[in-house]
């Protein structure tokens, strides 16, 4: 059974860090991408950032929205993959959802380009920013 | 940036046919997923790749998507579809998420 369990949320004050971890667990931890999602209270999905697998370089992206201040990563030996936040924002204050992603398919069964779905979600950590 | 919109709600009578629109700039030249979340639990996706369907999904749940608009299609409503729906697509290497639709049955 996939799992994917994330921590290390809670209560910071703006311009401070934290570091969230996610450790998976259930499959071949290496051979997929991983990323996070949050979700502001009462509002919607927000993407935040993707690393891909070690076939792929692991390789990261991010959104607009946090590059330059969040950093993601992966310990493969450990099947974790953990989102360093600095510089923290009142607005980064959201449950944060670790994701599993998987590669779209063509019908020959070969990756369709460099993109991905969320197969699977954590439970979400809550990370709130205030003073 | 890419946007993706949304209507903020679609309220649907149970055993009809509801459906939830999602548009974007020629979005049809890109791949749509479709994610199910309801209130206090973690998003499921429904739809991957604009038609595809997770193992464990009804057939009761498609995708459509050409031009600047994807269509998530619920036929025959159950109670238990009551949700919020996002649509998401790739924009070069980031993700964007739709606002979400609250579909009431």
């Known amino acids: 059974e996939v799992q994917l369990v994330e921590s290390g949320g809670g209560l910071v004050q703006p311009g401070r860090s934290l570091r969230l971890s996610c450790t998976a667990s259930g499959f071949a931890f290496g051979d997929y991408a991983m990323g996070w999602v949050r979700q502001a209270p009462g509002k919607g999905l927000e993407w935040v950032s993707l690393?891909?697998?070690?076939?792929?370089?692991?390789?990261?992206e991010y959104a607009a929205s946090v590059r330059g201040r969040f950093s993601i990563s992966r310990d493969n030996s450990k099947s974790i993959v953990y989102l360093q936040m600095n510089s923290l924002k009142t607005e980064d204050t959201a449950v944060y959802y670790c994701?599993?992603?998987?590669?779209?398919?063509?019908?020959?069964?070969?990756?369709?380009?460099?993109?991905?779905?969320?197969?699977?979600w954590g439970q979400g950590t809550l990370v709130s920013v205030s003073s | 940036s890419y946007e993706l919109t949304q209507p903020p709600s679609v309220s649907v009578s149970p055993g009809q046919t509801a459906s939830i629109t999602c548009s974007g700039h020629?979005?049809?030249?890109?791949?749509v997923n479709w994610y199910q979340q309801k209130p206090g639990q973690s998003p499921v996706v429904v739809i991957y790749?604009?038609?595809k369907r997770p193992s464990g999904i009804p057939a009761r749940f498609s995708g459509s998507n050409s031009g600047n608009r994807a269509t998530l299609t619920i036929s025959g409503t159950q109670a238990w579809d009551e949700a919020d729906y996002y649509c998401?697509?790739?924009?070069?290497?980031?993700?964007?998420f739709g606002g979400g639709t609250k579909v009431t049955v």
């Open positions: 994701t599993r992603e998987m590669h779209y398919y063509d019908s020959s069964g070969h990756h369709v380009a460099d993109l991905y779905y969320s197969d699977y």
């Open positions: 690393i891909r697998r070690k076939a792929y370089g692991e390789t990261t």
């Open positions: 998401q697509a790739w924009d070069g290497n980031t993700a964007v």
């Open positions: 790749q604009d038609i």
């Open positions: 020629s979005l049809g030249d890109k791949y």
